[in-house]
C-alpha cells in the first residue's frame, strides 16, 4: 500500500522557525515522490476528524512537528488505528522523542519517518487525559502552569521557571495507592512516566521502557532545598545530572515503585500537568496504563 502523510506543524511550539519546516518537509516529501498534506496544529486540541479522514483519504502515517503535549494531544484521537505516527521534535523538553531515538534535528528525525519502523508503544490516562510520556503534581507542574502563560517559549526560559519555582513551591500531602501499598508522603512533587526522562536527556525513571506495560512512579520527598539546588546546578554544569537524581535514590530521598494502575489522593489539590501541559487539578486521580496505544515509527 502506498504510503499518504499528514503533517501537522505546531506553530508556537519551541523557538524555530516554522517556514522554513515546512519548507523542508515540502522538499523531502517531493524528492521521494510522496503524497502528503500539511495543517496547522488547532488551540481548542480538538481532531475528532481525524479518524473519518484517515479512512476516507488513506491516510498510513500522522506526523506531528511539536512537542509532547501537541503528540499527546493528537494521539489520543489515534489510540489503537493502524496508522503510523512519526514525530518531528519542536518542542521544549521533546521527551518521547528523545527516549525513542529520535533525533532533534528535523532532516534527521523526517529521515526516521520515512525509513524506520513502526513500534508499538503504550501510553496512559491521567483520570480522562490521555498522556504518551510523563505526568505529575507539584513543583514540576506549577512551572508547566506558568510556562503556559509566557509570550516567549523555549528551554532557557523553562529552565528559568523551574528555579524560579524551586524555591517558592511549597510541599504537599499526598496519598498514593500502588501495588496494594498506600504511600503517605510530604512529596515536592510526585511524576507517574512511561518515558525515561523529563525531556533534554534529564533521566528521571531509568527503568522506564516504552512498551513495558508498565508506569514508573517517582516520589521526590520534602528536602532541602538550597542543598538540593546546590548538587543539582553543579551536575547540570558537568552535564551528569543523573548522578545527582541517583544519589538522591539511594538515601531514600526518591520512592521509585512501577505499575500498571495506581491512584493519587490528592487533598490539597497539588498543580497537576500532563505530558508538560498544565491540566486542572483533581483530589483523586486515577492512572491506568494503555497498553500498545499506538504505533511509533522509530
Known sequence: MKRKFLFFINPISG?????????????????????????????????????????TENITDIVICGGDGTVSTIVSFLLHTTVNV????????????LAAGISRNAEKALETIFNGKPNSVDGFFVNNTFSCMLSGLGFDAQVAHDFAKQKKRGLLTYIMLCFKHFFSSKNYSFNINVNGTRISEEALFVSVANSNQFGNKVTIAPKASLSDGLLDLIVVKKTNRLLSAFYLVKHILLGKIQD???????????????????????????????????????????????????KLLQ
Do not use: W
Open 15 to 55: 523557538t524555530k522557525n516554522k517556514k522554513r519546516l515546512a519548507d523542508l518537509i515540502i522538499k523531502a516529501c517531493a524528492k521521494k515522490a510522496l503524497t502528503f498534506e500539511i495543517m496547522h496544529t488547532n488551540a481548542e486540541g480538538d481532531y475528532a476528524f481525524l479518524r473519518n479522514k484517515i479512512s
Open 86 to 97: 512519526g514525530i518531528v521534535p519542536q518542542g521544549s523538553g521533546n521527551g518521547l522523542a
Open 244 to 294: 545527582e537524581v541517583s544519589m538522591m535514590r539511594s538515601s531514600n530521598k526518591i520512592i521509585y515503585l512501577q505499575s500498571a494502575n495506581l491512584q493519587i489522593e490528592n487533598a490539597q489539590k497539588a498543580p497537576l500537568h500532563v505530558d508538560g501541559e498544565p491540566v486542572e487539578t483533581a483530589e483523586v486521580i486515577d492512572i491506568k496504563i494503555v497498553p500498545n496505544a499506538f
